[in-house]
C-alpha cells in the first residue's frame, strides 16, 4: 500500500479533515506533521460532530495509530481540553492509538501571551492571528529555545533547560511589551497539571514509522491550512509560521525517508479565507452574505465570519503546482445548488494585463479578479452519489474546474457527512 498526504490547496478551510476521516479506513496511520490548534477540521460520522484542532482526524477508527509528528506545535494544555472532549463523546484515546513524537516542541505558556501582546502593539496593522501563540512558537524553535516533548522523561535537565528560557524570555515579555514575567512556579505547575498527563503518548514515533513503512503498511499524512497559507510559497506575511506543503510530509512527520506515492489537494466548490490579507476574488455585500450562509462559513475555532469568494482558479491551479497534487477532491458542491449562475474567477488583472500566473505577494493588492459565469443547476444534489447521476451543469462545473487547474478531480463531496461523496 503507498502513501498519501492530503492536503489544502487554497487557504485552508478547504474539508480536509471530512476527507481523511473516509479515507483512514485503508491506511495504518496518520499522521499529523505541522501548525498546531490555531485552525479546525470538522468531522461528521457515525461518532458525532467533532471540531478537531491538533488531534489526527484518524483517532475515530478503531486500529489506526495517529501520530502528532515532529512538526507540529504541541500545546498540551490545548491538546488536553480536546483529548478529554472526544474522550466524553465515547471515542477511545489511549497510548495505543495516539502517539506524540518525542522530537515535537512544546508551545509554552507564554507564546499564546506573547502572540495577544504583538497583535494589540500591532492595533490597526494586525495580521488576524488566532492568538493561539503559532507565530512566536516557531519563531522559538527555529532559534532552537523550545523543550521537546521526550524531555518530559528527563525532570532535571527539562527544570534546568526551562529555567534557561525561563530567563531569556522574560528579557522580551518585561522590556519589549512591559508585561509581567513568568516565574518557575508558574512553569511548573503548567507542567504537573498538563505535561505530566501528555507524557504518556511521547515515545519515539519516528521508530514506529520506519517499522509501519518496513512492513509496508500505508501512512496518511494530514495537513492544516492550504497552499497560500504556507510559510514559504504562500501570501506573506498572511501565511502561518509553518510549511503546509506535501513536500513537508517528510520532514514534519519523522519518517524523512517517505516517499508520498499520492497527493489529495481538498479544493473548495467556492473560496474562503479567514483573517487578513489579500483576497483577490473575494465578494462583498449580499451576495456574500448569501454564500457565507449557505455554506455555513464561520471559523471553527474562531468562530470568526469567514471571507468568501467565487472558486479562483490562477490561486488554485497555483496551489495545486506547488503541493504536487496528484488528484483532487472537489468539497461543498452542494452549497452551490442555490445560485442561479455560478461566478468563477478565472484569471486576474494585473496593471491592466491579464495573468493566468499567481501574483508575488506585494503584486495581490494591485490584482483585481476576472469573473465568468457557469450555468447553475438549481436543485439539491445532496443525496446524489454518483457523478453521472449529478446535473449536467454540475458535472459541467467539475470538468471546466479540473480542465482549467490541471488535475484530475477524483472525488466530489455533496455534504458533510461521511457518506456524501462521489467517487469518480
Ligand atoms: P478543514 O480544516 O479543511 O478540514 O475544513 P473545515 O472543517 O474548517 O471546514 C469544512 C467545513 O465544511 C466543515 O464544517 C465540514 O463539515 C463542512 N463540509 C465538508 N465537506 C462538505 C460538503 O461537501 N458539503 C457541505 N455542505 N459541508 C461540507
Redesign the pocket.
Known amino acids: 500500500m503507498g502513501n498519501c498526504a492530503i492536503v489544502?490547496i487554497n487557504w485552508?478551510?478547504?474539508?480536509?479533515?471530512?476527507m481523511v476521516d473516509l479515507l483512514t479506513e485503508k491506511y495504518d496511520v496518520v499522521v499529523r506533521y505541522q501548525g498546531g490548534g490555531n485552525?479546525?477540521?470538522?468531522?461528521?460520522n457515525e461518532q458525532g460532530k467533532f471540531a478537531l484542532h491538533l488531534l489526527p482526524s484518524g483517532i475515530f477508527r478503531k486500529d489506526t495509530i495517529n501520530i502528532l509528528g515532529n512538526g507540529v506545535a504541541l500545546d498540551p494544555e490545548n491538546l488536553l481540553k480536546e483529548i478529554d472532549e472526544v474522550v466524553e463523546k465515547g471515542v477511545s484515546l489511549t497510548p495505543e492509538n495516539l502517539k506524540i513524537s518525542d522530537r515535537a516542541s512544546l508551545l509554552l505558556p507564554w507564546h499564546r501571551d506573547l502572540d495577544e501582546l504583538e497583535e494589540n502593539r500591532l492595533a490597526d496593522k494586525k495580521f488576524g492571528s488566532t492568538k493561539q501563540g503559532i507565530a512566536p512558537f516557531y519563531s522559538d524553535k527555529y532559534q532552537k529555545k523550545t523543550i521537546l516533548a521526550g524531555e518530559l522523561y528527563y525532570p532535571e535537565h527539562l527544570r534546568k533547560h526551562l529555567a534557561d528560557l525561563l530567563e531569556w524570555k522574560n528579557l522580551t515579555l518585561t522590556k519589549v511589551y512591559g508585561a509581567e514575567p513568568y516565574t518557575m512556579e508558574k512553569l511548573e505547575e503548567w507542567l504537573t497539571t498538563y505535561c505530566e498527563r501528555i507524557k504518556p503518548f511521547v515515545c519515539n514515533t519516528g521508530k514506529i514509522l520506519k517499522e509501519a513503512q518496513k512492513a509496508g503498511k500505508g501512512i496518511l499524512f494530514e495537513a492544516?491550512l492550504g497552499s497560500l497559507r504556507d510559510l514559504d510559497y504562500g501570501i506573506h506575511p498572511y501565511t502561518t509560521s509553518s510549511n503546509t506543503m506535501a513536500a513537508y510530509a517528510p520532514i514534519g512527520s519523522g519518517l524523512p525517508s517517505a516517499k508520498i506515492d499520492d497527493v489529495i489537494g481538498?479544493v473548495k466548490a467556492y473560496s474562503t479565507c479567514v483573517g487578513e490579507g489579500p483576497f483577490v476574488c473575494e465578494m462583498f455585500g449580499d451576495e456574500a452574505e448569501e454564500l457565507r450562509k449557505a455554506?455555513?462559513e464561520y471559523g471553527?475555532k474562531t468562530g470568526r465570519p469567514r471571507r468568501v469568494g467565487p472558486i479562483d482558479i490562477v490561486a488554485t491551479r497555483y496551489g495545486v503546482e506547488v503541493q504536487a497534487a496528484t488528484q483532487i477532491a472537489l468539497?461543498?458542491?452542494?452549497?452551490l445548488s442555490y445560485m442561479d449562475k455560478i461566478p468563477v474567477c478565472t484569471q486576474y488583472t494585473v496593471d491592466g494585463e491579464p495573468t493566468d500566473d499567481f501574483p508575488f505577494p506585494a503584486q495581490l493588492n494591485d490584482a483585481k479578479p476576472v469573473i465568468e459565469y457557469l450555468d447553475g443547476w438549481k436543485c439539491d444534489i445532496s443525496n446524489v452519489r454518483k457523478f453521472e447521476d449529478l446535473p449536467v451543469a454540475a458535472q459541467d462545473y467539475v470538468k471546466y474546474v479540473e480542465e482549467r487547474i490541471g488535475c484530475p478531480i477524483t472525488f466530489v463531496?455533496?455534504?458533510?457527512e461521511r457518506d456524501?461523496i462521489i467517487y469518480r
Open positions: 489544502g485552508g478551510d478547504e474539508g480536509k479533515g471530512r485552525a479546525g477540521h470538522t468531522v461528521i492544516q481538498v455554506g455555513f471553527a468539497t461543498k458542491m452542494d452549497v463531496s455533496v455534504g458533510p456524501s
